[in-house]
């Protein structure tokens, strides 16, 4: 049966997400390298014309150093799929070195219309799945939600369908369907390794939820069986790697993890970025040092949230641990791009599900924080050529969530249409309203310095004066939220609300 | 609310930016530059493009106002020679000016909204019904289409109408006036709809308590005058210069896109009727020789804008158009005048919007808009109404697809129509508390989406022989949307 709210949000998240799309993607226009959109294109060229074994290989026909595959064997698949379908739209799409740098109105159109459909058969009913029948706070936010917007619709990439399928195996976990949530958590890791900024939390609550099993033999086949859907799952996305030989598959192991890149590419509002202003990093540390470092930092800042969710595995703990180690994996570890700040985001929204909404955290922490991760990504977008839609998509979802009661309650039974005299509200309390006064300067000051960035050429002796203020700017925020959810995940002492989400 | 809803629309529109723009960015790019660089006296004299000055004068004061700020944006789109200038500039200043001036839409809406509180025999009451009509009235997906993509001010235009109705509805009726007759020195194509205000102002006005007041008549006539006085005033020496930009007679009955009314039926039925003659012999109907025919049906199908000459049924002079357009309004008028209140005033206006669609002489298939947004209003009043306006909405957002061609905006329209009509659907479900449309209506509109993939995808695949056919998606969409149209007109005529 058609529910009229989810048709309307999604049609309305589709407005969003075509308008963006009719605006430039990244690299348009800019020859020889152009950006992530030829990218993806350059992926289903390869994957339609050469054998499997040569997906991740420097070969002839393969040059790794012209955007060689660096994701797992999910997007090649993916790649492969869009590529069958782009080959018979019009072939010069996917011409075997031919189609290098095509740029048209058509292959445009069909590569834009390739991340809706994306976002059409997996993150849509994603969201649905995840929010039950009766709209809530957290679809709308999921829907419109500008940075997810921007980068999939704008810059291009297919982060909805990672992103869906971690909302499906998070909504899965949530609702006791371990094997359901664990085969979806394993193909979102397979198709973005960036997934394993959630791994840490998964792997605790589930192990958590065994271990609070009545008997040993219940805790012990717990274990098995999602033991055996995980591996299965990744033999499953592997078979015709392994299948093809140990080299290969090594090969693609080489390409996702890349160990000899750098701590950091371009400016990104990460802990190390920052340090680096004041304390140069990569000249007093060699590389490994520096790998040590990052790895050492993030595992010991995960344990606290991680535990937790051992100690204490419910719902709560578990949305708000996938928010805080995301968020740690961000703020330091290794070589992290500012799109990376997505998968923070959408943990941040999925929280609204677990806590009560009029806590501190939907009123004031999560608008803040949503709002810095888009002006975190600023500098790239404006290189894109994103600003006007950047600025009006945010400001839209800022007037969105504003009015958020009343968007969400228009589905309430109608019964409710007598005016009723408000109940009393509590004042603001000192800490409360000091919060919201923070939250308006910092957003002020996040205006200022895109406006900055805008119209004010920087001095010649910092040519990256901008882009690296607007990073050390939303990376001291993000270590304050860091706090901040910290806090609030262990802190039990507020109302839960966790409804029971009917199918 | 006011404020949140517009920018949040603004923001909306502003997604839209890089979509396709029709001729009419054109014809106000040279009308900007026509105001601003040539003297009053030559405004409605200068032909270098094709695109002349067929507004009234306060429009062409409109635009020399906006010249004044888009001098600031790129001042090469203000120079007359540059015909079809388009830079980056030019473009974020036109659509923003839409944007902004929408803002008279929405003080419109508002006041519309806030005014019905007013109203004694409307039947819902309640925050749900304020909230239905403000936001169907702002997030209206056929005013989207046409003026933030086609380009054009309806928005604008549109707001002094809600502004003008608004006022009648707290009497305020000189108010009322003087925004009407504002707009009608804005676009004169309002004209239409004038005989509803003529009668109402007559009724609820002059007859003062059923006595009837010279005064009044004399304050409101000076007042329509006045306006018009200081519209035309300055082209006081050039006014049949002025006339014949503003009433251009030669085109043709139908305007190159059929608009779905009567007289797109009228056609189709004597196209039909002509090959059915030719295939059974031609004595008892005269039909011209091969040659003729080709060229006559090409003509009136082939989607040029020229005069029609029928075949078989008998041609249409524009005199019969406004003759039969006027005989249709009667009714409504006739029921206005014995109970002149502001709801039967709304029901006037938009019977008659309606009944100048359906037969009036070249009508646009952007006038469907006259009808949908006052009906807007009147939908929040019954079920009845909130039926039809569904349908006719609908129906006639439907309508306007072809108005954006390009395969981009294939997208863009079917997302933002379906996006209004769930939300329209949703809304006035929850002010009548109840489903609103049949089944059979339901089949209907869901019939419209055969039409749509048959004239957007399968026409382009046909086979040679049939694909020179290319006026019969358009055909399609006409005569599909002209069923919509006409029967809810019927409808609501046999309650009266």
């Known amino acids: 049966m058609l529910n009229v709210d989810y048709a309307l949000l999604f049609s309305v998240s589709l407005i969003l997400r075509y308008g963006v799309s009719l605006w430039p993607y990244s690299g348009e226009g800019k020859p020889p390298?152009?950006?992530?959109?030829?990218?993806?294109?350059?992926?289903?060229?390869?994957?339609?014309?050469?054998?499997?074994?040569?997906?991740?290989?420097?070969?002839?026909?393969?040059?790794?150093l012209y955007w060689g595959l660096d994701y797992p064997p999910l997007t090649a698949y993916h790649s492969y799929l869009v590529g069958q379908?782009?080959?018979?739209?019009?072939?010069?799409?996917?011409?075997?070195?031919?189609?290098?740098?095509?740029?048209?109105?058509?292959?445009?159109?069909?590569?834009?219309?390739?991340?809706?459909?994306?976002?059409?058969?997996?993150?849509?009913?994603?969201?649905?799945?995840?929010?039950?029948?009766?709209?809530?706070?957290?679809?709308?936010?999921?829907?419109?939600?500008?940075?997810?917007?921007?980068?999939?619709?704008?810059?291009?990439?297919?982060?909805?369908?990672?992103?869906?399928?971690?909302?499906?195996?998070?909504?899965?976990?949530?609702?006791?369907?371990?094997?359901?949530?664990?085969?979806?958590?394993?193909?979102?890791?397979?198709?973005?390794?960036?997934?394993?900024?959630?791994?840490?939390?998964?792997?605790?609550?589930?192990?958590?939820?065994?271990?609070?099993?009545?008997?040993?033999?219940?805790?012990?086949?717990?274990?098995?069986?999602?033991?055996?859907?995980?591996?299965?799952t990744f033999v499953a996305v592997w078979l015709p790697f392994f299948l093809a030989g140990p080299y290969t598959t090594l090969q693609v192991v080489r390409r996702i993890f890349p160990v000899d890149r750098g701590l950091y590419e371009d400016k990104v509002a990460n802990f190390w970025c920052t340090i680096d202003i004041i304390f140069k990093l990569k000249q007093n540390l060699d590389t490994s040092q520096i790998g040590l470092l990052c790895i050492a930092a993030t595992l010991l800042l995960s344990l606290p949230s991680n535990l937790h969710v051992l100690r204490y595995p419910t719902p709560r703990n578990f949305v708000m641990s996938l928010l805080n180690t995301s968020l740690v994996f961000f703020l330091f570890s290794f070589h992290v791009h500012e799109k990376t700040i997505l998968l923070v985001a959408i943990p941040a929204i999925l929280a609204t599900s677990v806590l009560d909404k009029k806590s501190a955290f939907q009123r004031y922490w999560l608008p803040w924080f949503l709002i810095l991760t888009v002006f975190s990504m600023v500098p790239l977008l404006v290189k894109d050529g994103l600003l006007l839609p950047t600025i009006a998509s945010t400001v839209f979802f800022c007037i969105m969530y504003g009015n958020l009661d009343q968007m969400v309650s228009t589905s309430s039974s109608p019964l409710n249409e007598r005016m009723s005299s408000p109940l009393p509200v509590e004042p603001n309390s000192f800490w409360i309203q000091l919060l919201g006064f923070s939250?308006?300067?910092?957003?002020?000051?996040?205006?200022?310095?895109?406006?900055?960035?805008?119209?004010?050429?920087?001095?010649?002796?910092?040519p990256y004066l901008w882009p690296t203020l607007i990073c050390a700017y939303s990376s001291l925020h993000f270590l304050l939220f860091l706090l901040a959810f910290h806090v609030i995940q262990f802190s039990s002492g507020v109302t839960v609300s966790i409804s029971k989400k009917k199918l | 609310m006011l404020i949140a809803g517009f920018l949040a629309l603004a923001c909306v529109k502003l997604l839209y930016l890089p979509s396709y723009k029709s001729t009419d960015f054109e014809v106000h790019r040279n009308w900007l530059a026509i105001t601003s660089s040539l003297g009053v006296q030559s405004w409605y004299h200068e032909a270098t493009s094709q695109w002349t000055l067929d507004y009234p004068p306060f429009f062409a004061w409109f635009e020399f106002a906006l010249s004044k700020v888009a001098v600031h944006f790129d001042p090469e789109m203000l120079v007359i020679k540059n015909l079809g200038y388009s830079s980056d500039k030019t473009i974020l200043f036109q659509r923003l000016s839409v944007i902004v001036t929408d803002f008279v839409f929405a003080v419109g809406a508002w006041t519309c909204m806030k005014?019905?509180?007013?109203?004694?025999?409307?039947?819902?009451?309640?925050?749900?019904?304020?909230?239905?009509?403000?936001?169907?009235?702002?997030?209206?997906?056929?005013?989207?289409?046409?003026?933030?993509?086609?380009?054009?001010?309806?928005?604008?235009?549109?707001?002094?109408?809600?502004?003008?109705?608004?006022?009648?509805?707290?009497?305020?009726?000189?108010?009322?006036?003087?925004?009407?007759?504002?707009?009608?020195?804005?676009?004169?194509?309002?004209?239409?709809?004038?005989?509803?205000?003529?009668?109402?102002?007559?009724?609820?006005?002059?007859?003062?308590?059923?006595?009837?007041?010279?005064?009044?008549?004399?304050?409101?006539?000076?007042?329509?005058?006045?306006?018009?006085?200081?519209?035309?005033?300055?082209?006081?020496?050039?006014?049949?210069?002025?006339?014949?930009?503003?009433?251009?007679?030669?085109?043709?009955?139908?305007?190159?896109?059929?608009?779905?009314?009567?007289?797109?039926?009228?056609?189709?039925?004597?196209?039909?009727?002509?090959?059915?003659?030719?295939?059974?012999?031609?004595?008892?109907?005269?039909?011209p020789t091969a040659t003729d025919l080709n060229g006559t049906q090409a003509s009136m199908t082939g989607g040029l804008v020229q005069d029609i000459e029928h075949i078989v049924l008998p041609s249409v002079p524009p005199l019969a158009t406004f003759i039969i357009t006027f005989l249709f309004m009667v009714p409504c008028l006739i029921k206005l005048w014995r109970r002149p209140n502001s709801v039967n005033f709304m029901r006037s206006l938009t019977l008659c919007g309606w009944s100048s669609f359906l037969f009036g002489w070249h009508v646009h298939e952007k006038a469907v808009l006259i009808m949908i947004l006052p009906m807007t209003l009147l939908a929040v009043i019954s079920r009845k109404e909130a039926k039809y306006f569904l349908l006719l909405a609908i129906t006639g957002h439907f309508s306007l697809f072809p108005l954006l061609y390009p395969h981009q905006e294939l997208y863009t329209k079917m997302f933002l129509h379906i996006a209004w009509a769930f939300l329209a659907v949703k809304m006035l479900k929850k002010v009548h508390k109840c489903d609103l449309l049949t089944l059979a209506e339901k089949i209907y509109l869901l019939a419209s989406v055969i039409i749509f993939i048959y004239s957007e995808f399968i026409h382009f695949y046909l086979p040679p022989n049939l694909a020179k056919y290319e006026f019969l998606p358009l055909l399609a969409y006409s005569a599909y949307s002209a069923l919509g149209v006409i029967s809810t007109y019927v409808s609501p005529d046999r309650k009266r």
């Open chain 1, 33 to 64: 390298m152009h950006g992530d959109y030829e990218a993806q294109r350059h992926w289903q060229e390869i994957t339609i014309n050469l054998p499997l074994d040569q997906w991740y290989n420097h070969t002839q026909d393969n040059d790794l």
């Open chain 1, 85 to 232: 379908v782009a080959h018979r739209v019009n072939s010069s799409f996917t011409e075997l070195h031919q189609s290098r740098g095509i740029e048209s109105p058509d292959h445009k159109l069909f590569m834009r219309l390739s991340v809706i459909v994306a976002d059409l058969l997996i993150l849509f009913p994603a969201i649905r799945f995840f929010c039950g029948s009766s709209l809530s706070a957290t679809a709308l936010l999921l829907a419109i939600y500008p940075g997810l917007i921007l980068i999939d619709h704008g810059h291009f990439q297919y982060n909805g369908i990672s992103l869906g399928l971690f909302v499906i195996s998070v909504a899965a976990v949530i609702r006791n369907c371990d094997v359901l949530g664990s085969i979806a958590f394993c193909l979102a890791l397979n198709y973005k390794q960036m997934e394993l900024y959630h791994a840490l939390p998964f792997f605790f609550y589930l192990l958590g939820k065994c271990l609070h099993q009545p008997s040993f033999l219940r805790k012990i086949s717990k274990l098995f069986v999602i033991g055996v859907s995980v591996i299965g």
């Open chain 1, 439 to 462: 939250q308006v300067v910092s957003l002020c000051g996040a205006c200022l310095l895109t406006l900055l960035h805008e119209v004010y050429p920087p001095p010649a002796r910092y």
């Open chain 2, 115 to 287: 005014n019905m509180h007013n109203l004694k025999s409307v039947q819902a009451r309640g925050p749900s019904r304020d909230a239905a009509i403000y936001t169907l009235l702002l997030t209206n997906a056929g005013l989207f289409m046409v003026d933030h993509i086609h380009f054009q001010y309806n928005g604008f235009l549109f707001g002094f109408l809600l502004l003008s109705i608004g006022a009648m509805m707290q009497e305020q009726y000189l108010l009322g006036s003087l925004w009407f007759c504002v707009l009608l020195n804005l676009k004169h194509i309002y004209m239409y709809i004038a005989p509803a205000y003529f009668i109402f102002l007559l009724r609820a006005y002059c007859f003062n308590n059923s006595a009837f007041s010279i005064t009044r008549l004399v304050k409101l006539g000076s007042l329509v005058i006045l306006t018009f006085v200081v519209s035309f005033g300055p082209f006081v020496n050039q006014i049949p210069q002025v006339i014949s930009r503003l009433f251009p007679f030669k085109r043709g009955l139908c305007h190159a896109y059929w608009a779905p009314n009567f007289w797109a039926v009228y056609n189709l039925v004597d196209k039909a009727l002509t090959i059915i003659g030719k295939k059974f012999g031609g004595d008892m109907i005269k039909i």
